[in-house]
């Protein structure tokens, strides 16, 4: 793995370790998938499951849960939607910038107005199509009950492109090893349902943009150049998730 890698997994838990930004965020995603699943049932919203079983990995309460749900279907509550920007930043990285957001007029100008202090630009819709792929990405815990060459094999049929081993940081200053694995987005529903039919406990599951084609950034200054810009704008209430083209 690269020294960019292992620099932007050691701020993680800083970025996303603000309760008071992360819980508004992962509730406006409940939010929508309940709302577009057309369930506030998770059993009956896959979508939605998915959601909440994201918000419960970060330790979010069960009563902000049931509130983002309920959000969903309240006549006051106004209308959020899933939206992605793409950009230019320093030094060849490009982003893919997904927000969630009742305004995106508002949004928008913040975005713009963060990426133009950080020497970066918005970029037109569809501009880095080649840089990234659109991927449904799974992860779970390893477990010697896992044997990993049968459940590719098995999931080959659901969309599955790629397995790979990981660890994750723990607070407590331990790594905990984890399976990842990477199929077709539009597969996400289908590989959702292979790998909960398995009885295998997915930690977290979400549509991502992977790049084709990762840069290395040596240079420890303009490392924390990318890394501040990517910092101010999860900062944004309505920004999701940043992902680059860095190794």
Same mark, same amino acid.
């Given at each position: ?21 992360? +819980? ?20 009956? *919203?896959?979508?939605l499951r998915t ?12 009563? *902000? ?7 969903? +279907? ?29 305004? *995106? ?12 202090? %950080? ?12 840089? #990234? ?6 992860? #779970? ?8 060459? &049968?459940? @590719?094999?098995?999931?080959?049929? #659901?969309?599955?492109? @790629?397995?790979?081993?990981?660890? &994750?940081?723990?607070?407590? %200053? ?8 990477? %199929?077709?987005?539009?597969?996400? %529903? ?10 295998? &406990? ?16 040596d240079n420890e200054?303009?490392?924390? &150049? ?8 999860? @900062? ?12």
């Open positions: 793995m690269g020294r960019a890698f292992e620099y932007r997994k050691a701020a993680k838990m800083k970025r996303w370790g603000t309760m008071s930004k992360l +819980f508004p965020k992962l509730g406006k995603m409940i939010t929508i998938a309940a709302k577009e699943g057309g369930s506030p049932d998770p059993d009956m *919203n896959a979508k959601a909440i079983m994201n918000a419960k990995a970060q330790n979010m309460p069960k009563d *902000n849960i049931e509130a983002a749900i309920k959000r969903a +279907f309240s006549k006051d509550t106004a209308d959020i939607k899933e939206i992605v920007y793409e950009a230019k930043a320093p030094h060849g990285v490009q982003m893919m910038i997904t927000c969630a957001t009742d305004n *995106n007029t508002r949004t928008v100008a913040n975005v713009r107005a963060i990426l133009r202090k %950080g020497n970066a630009e918005l970029l037109n819709s569809g501009s880095l199509n080649y840089i #990234f792929s659109k991927k449904s990405v799974f992860e #779970f815990d390893k477990s010697d009950d896992i044997d990993l060459e &049968e459940l @590719e094999l098995e999931l080959i049929d #659901f969309g599955l492109e @790629e397995v790979e081993e990981d660890v &994750e940081p723990q607070e407590s %200053g331990e790594d905990k090893e984890i399976i990842r694995i990477y %199929g077709e987005f539009e597969s996400f %529903g289908a590989l959702t349902k292979a790998l909960e039919d398995k009885g295998i &406990e997915i930690k977290k599951a979400n549509i991502e943009y992977i790049p084709n084609t990762p840069i290395k950034i200054e303009h490392l924390e &150049e990318i890394e501040n810009l990517i910092e101010k704008l999860e @900062e944004d209430d309505d920004v999701q998730k940043v992902y680059t083209n860095l190794e």
